[in-house]
């Protein structure tokens, strides 16, 4: 199983991107992807997280009304789009799958950066 993480780039405060999380060698049942960020000196932050099957969907305090997580099942991918973006926004996203088998996070992407500028 792969996670493929891509889309960060640089934008100016207010600016939008748009993640992208490529998942190959799984086949989806009632599994959750999300995403996470983590910023220089600080922990690992939750961001968003969608169940495959049903599309229903959560989101961190910090980025509620300003992202959305959304799915494609015919490309096996997940997108966070990202709107109103904030220097404080700033950090290194991650997504990954949570299948059910153990009580954590099971498959990892390697991360994309986001850098906002005031």
């Known amino acids: 199983v792969q996670l493929q993480a891509s889309g960060g780039g640089l934008v100016q405060a207010g600016g939008s991107l748009r993640l992208s999380c490529a998942v190959s060698g799984h086949t989806f049942n009632n599994d959750v992807v999300g995403w996470f960020r983590q910023a220089p000196g600080l922990e690992r932050q939750f961001v968003a997280r969608?169940?495959?099957?049903?599309?229903?969907?959560i989101y961190g305090d910090s980025v509620k009304g300003r992202f959305t997580i959304s799915r494609d099942s015919a490309v096996n991918t997940v997108f966070l789009q990202m709107n109103g973006l904030k220097p404080e926004d700033t950090a290194i996203y991650y997504c990954a799958m949570f299948t059910g088998r153990r009580n954590s996070y099971d498959y990892w992407g390697q991360g994309t950066l986001v850098t906002v500028s005031s």
């Open positions: 969608i169940n495959w099957r049903s599309g229903s969907t």
